[in-house]
């Protein structure tokens, strides 16, 4: 036996040796060829004549928009007035589109808007832009670099709430729609613009009742577009070219009120354990056991193909083995938090309630914690996971509200639509690589998912690192140029929609 040790040993060396060499040559095969996603940019058309400026008067009609206060608080607590203002001046703001003959306006639910945009071609499906009136309360005013509602222009930057959730896309679509129409042109497919005034707080009673109105009529849209993710600078590891991120699917959500209610009483004589103390343990157990990582089992492992050939090297490598790194990956993506929602279910406690006095012992304590759902995950994983961390009886999960994560819409080059808005995006953004991938908050098309199975979520702005905290937070703003990028985008979309949607497969088109 110790005779044939220095045999073995060279044999198990050699055995390993062998193996690192053949996975190293498959890594570097694989690496150099990967397939890219890509396709050059059609020709570029901001050039052309009919671009649509971000002169004075439009900027002015944007500035007016972000000044209307149009807050959603809760479920069903809005700002029904400032809703109501915004409303009718929608309508002063725009007349040829409110005007027009081929135009019909339905206001839906009190306040949501619905256009339909009749075409020439009658056999063509429709198609649907939405957005949303109302934007989320203000925080820290006082940190502010312009008053939230004010709509300031400063250093070539539009200040206030809604600048980029979503009051430039909904103006921004109503600008290239009026441009359009003005110049006597009717699109030869139907088109929809449909904004919901509760976007905000789930949308149940805006884009709720607009889905259940198209519903009614019938109506199958071809495919619909809706805020999302954006065109990301520096957002991607590894990635230095722009990146336009569209949303295929959206993550699901699950809020739940944590309970835990205890004798309370004097504060002189405590008990071991207060309700405080056990929910607090209960929370602390959530945050430091975060839902597995699940990175590269969704459509976020398809991001990572689609830019591999264009990364730089060590991520290429990485990007084009996932079947080898995907652990390192999901590893790096966990990292940030903004890479770290594409990972996995995530969990953020939203609100900590408990105590009425200083020396009163409180009998009851409360959170809530509100998780979005990665896409191959479920609402009944998510809550399954939470009882084991908190394993403890005396907190009681109630389910607030839930959905589960969408269906994945189609992309890439058999899907025309996904293909048409690449197209688009490429046109307004020329050196930009085009992605699919997921959205990680969530949006009103969760409304319309019988609608239409060609749902994607995009925003045509580019948004660096630093501006992801002004969703929702403090400083929100858009840059004129990023504001010009978006009515050109809506604009061209509009255009690139009267060409024939066609399915090229085995040799034969199909209209949709
Ligand atoms: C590897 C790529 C990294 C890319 C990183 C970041 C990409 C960030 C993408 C999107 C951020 C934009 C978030 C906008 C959210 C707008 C929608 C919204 O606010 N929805 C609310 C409404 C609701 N009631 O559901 C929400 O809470 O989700
Ligand atoms: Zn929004
Ligand atoms: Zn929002």
Redesign the pocket.
């Given at each position: 036996m110790w005779a044939n040790l220095p045999r073995i040993l060279t044999l198990v060396v050699r055995g390993f040796v062998l193996t690192l060499a053949v996975l190293t040559a498959v890594v570097v095969i694989r690496t150099v060829t990967f397939p890219s996603y890509q396709t050059s940019p059609p020709e570029c058309k901001t050039t052309d004549p009919d671009f649509i400026p971000a002169d004075e008067e439009r900027l002015a009609r944007f500035t007016s928009a972000i000044q209307f206060q149009t807050v959603s608080y809760e479920r069903g607590v809005g700002t029904p007035q400032e809703l109501a203002k915004f409303v009718r001046f929608i309508q002063k703001s725009f007349p040829t589109v409110h005007s027009s003959p081929m135009v019909r306006r339905d206001v839906v639910g009190n306040y949501s808007l619905l256009y339909r945009v009749e075409g020439s071609d009658a056999s063509l499906q429709p198609y649907m832009l939405a957005s949303h009136l109302d934007?989320?309360p203000i925080t820290e005013e006082a940190n502010w670099e312009a008053p939230p509602f004010s709509g300031q222009l400063k250093d070539g930057y539009i200040y206030g709430r809604g600048t980029i959730?979503?009051k430039h896309s909904l103006m921004g679509s109503l600008e290239a729609l009026e441009f359009l129409l003005s110049r006597r042109h009717q699109p030869k497919r139907t088109l929809y613009l449909a904004f919901g005034h509760d976007?905000?707080t789930g949308g149940h009673f805006g884009a709720k009742v607009i889905g259940d109105v198209l519903t009614q009529r019938g109506e199958k849209i071809a495919f619909i577009l809706d805020e999302g993710s954006p065109v990301g600078d520096g957002l991607a590891p590894g990635v230095s070219k722009l990146l336009a991120l569209v949303s295929v699917a959206e993550k699901g959500f699950l809020q739940l009120r944590l309970e835990v209610n205890e004798e309370g009483g004097h504060a002189s004589m405590p008990r071991s354990e207060s309700a405080i103390g056990i929910l607090s343990k209960a929370i602390s157990k959530l945050e430091d056991n975060p839902h597995p990582n699940m990175f590269g089992t969704g459509p976020e492992a398809r991001m990572m193909e689609y830019v591999a050939t264009e990364m730089t090297l060590p991520y290429r490598i990485l990007a084009s083995n996932l079947w080898l790194f995907s652990p390192l990956v999901a590893w790096v993506y966990s990292r940030k938090p903004q890479t770290n929602a594409f990972a996995r279910t995530t969990t953020a406690l939203t609100r900590f309630n408990a105590g009425v006095k200083d020396n009163v012992i409180s009998p009851e304590a409360v959170a809530v914690i509100d998780h979005r759902i990665h896409p191959m995950s479920s609402v009944e994983e998510v809550m399954e996971f939470d009882r084991k961390v908190i394993n403890d009886p005396r907190v009681k999960l109630n389910v607030i509200n839930n959905r589960p994560p969408s269906p994945t819409s189609p992309y890439g080059k058999d899907s025309p639509t996904y293909m048409m808005l690449q197209e688009t995006i490429q046109q307004i953004y020329p050196d930009a690589l085009v992605t699919p991938t997921f959205m990680v908050?969530n949006t009103d098309t969760r409304h319309y998912l019988n609608l239409s199975s060609a749902i994607y979520r995009f925003n045509p702005y580019v948004m660096t690192p630093s501006d992801l905290p002004r969703?929702?937070g403090v400083n929100e703003r858009i840059s004129v140029q990023n504001y010009e990028r978006v009515m050109n985008f809506y604009y061209h979309l509009i255009v690139n929609m009267d060409k024939p949607l066609e399915l090229k497969r085995h040799g034969h088109e199909d209209e949709l």
């Open positions: 934007v989320v959730d979503a976007e905000e908050a969703f929702h």
